[in-house]
């Protein structure tokens, strides 16, 4: 029977946890490791693939023996890839990396490969979809290791998309000794590949997913940055010194000489030059450009906080959300269900208010009546009654997770040793546990909790010192 119970709390603890995680926005963390793990398997694919095709590549035209596909492919899509960033930018590719890397227009069997037409739409709609996911990557932080390691995989569909166009068309002209046929038999590349083709096809359609995800987390990434820049000590200390400085008087010549020591604004930028290599990765605007704009931001805060003498008058504590609020406003209705085991078996009922502190903190009261049940629930016996007073305190430690101090009094039929009734009494109960709320609809949210009773014994109310409840509350 505990296996049993200890299973149905489990499987409630992650059904809460499920549905907390649905309302919530998943942080950059989460999308990044869901995204290495997709690009993991994506790249192991494409491997598969890219030998399976190299294979049959060789099979069709035994001629290829001896040259290294895989390397000759690879610096074709590089120079590619290449060439097309230059073009966007504005920029020349050198004379000597085309010629050396790019198939020549006059060269033999060239014109009948243009001529010809292939159809096939699995090279047409990988091309399409590469070039959005590379579009796509250039938009996340290139200083990231996930950047790179989703470029790689990106090369690596580059030598997919290239290896189908070479069993379609072969066109070497790096190799110019090499006699391949003008007009070669065109394969349909899902006929060669049909499972392998369609299970790359779903990949890639879950990763583009992923990718746009990751690409949205980084949606005002610069003001994120501007905010860090703006909490630095270095700023804090440049407005400090700007100030004596505004307020010093002209001073004669020579007096530079006597200002060694002195923390001037060009030893405050190196500090924040130095500061800023950590979060450099991230990319954005130039030092100077964040710090005219975290000038601009204080210039704000002191028009704001006027009355402030210096930044540290500045209220630094989070304010409380219900700090004002009517006291009706700040009460929660709530209760909880509580099953219990021994003979004969019982549900306790509570009912209890909360009184909310602040956004992590409430303490509350209530009452609970216990029902005993015989074979049937509809069958109740109300002369063993049992009624519990109760005192506690939450605090949400992290997210929907939260520690409950609890504090009972209850008044029961205590029995002694020999199972012979000493009348009624009241037991003392103090309990210690964790729980987790969860929302059921937008005005109820569900909870869970699991208490330890310090004052266990075999006066108490429960057959175990570990109690646990299923409750709701009114948001």
Known sequence: MKPLFILFFCSVLSLGLVAQEKQETPSVNIITKKLDKVNSALARKLDKINRKLEKKLLKRYPQLKGINLDSLMGERVYQQD?????????????????????????????EELNNLDLPDSTITSIQQLREKLLADLDLTPRGLDIHQDMGE?????????????????????????????????????????????????????EYSGLLNQYKG???GWEEKLLAQVTRLEEVKLLQEQKARMDAYKPLPEGYRQNMEGFQTNDFVKEKLQAKAEEIKKVGGKSLQEKLDQAQSKMAEAKEKFGSLNSLEDAPKRKPNPYKGEPFLKRIKVGGNLQANRQQPSSIDAALQ??????????????????????????????????????????????RSVYAEALYESSSLEVLDQNDIPQGKQWVQSAML?????????????????????????????YNSPWVFRVGFGFK
């Open 153 to 205: 995989t990106m090369a690596k569909l580059g030598k997919t998309e290239e290896l189908m166009k070479q069993l379609q068309a072969p066109n070497l002209p790096e190799v110019p000794d090499l006699q391949l046929p003008a007009v070669p038999e065109v394969p349909d590349i899902k006929t060669l590949l049909p499972k392998d083709i369609a299970d790359l096809e779903s990949q890639l359609s």
């Open 353 to 398: 208010l909360s009184y909310l502190i602040n956004e992590n903190a409430r303490i509350g009261t209530g009452f609970s009546y216990r029902i005993a049940t015989q074979k049937r629930v509809t069958n109740f016996d109300f002369d063993d009654q049992v009624f519990t007073t109760r005192a506690f305190f939450d605090y949400t430690i992290f």
């Open 82 to 110: 290449r060439l097309a960033k230059l073009s966007q930018a504005g920029e020349g590719l050198p004379t000597e990396s085309l010629t050396a890397n790019t198939p020549d227009p006059g060269s033999p069997g060239t």
């Open 217 to 219: 987390e980084f949606d």
């Open 433 to 461: 546990g964790l729980g987790n709320r969860f929302s059921i609809t937008k005005s109820i949210e569900g909870s869970i909790t699991t208490l330890y009773n310090f004052l266990h014994d075999t006066k108490s109310p």
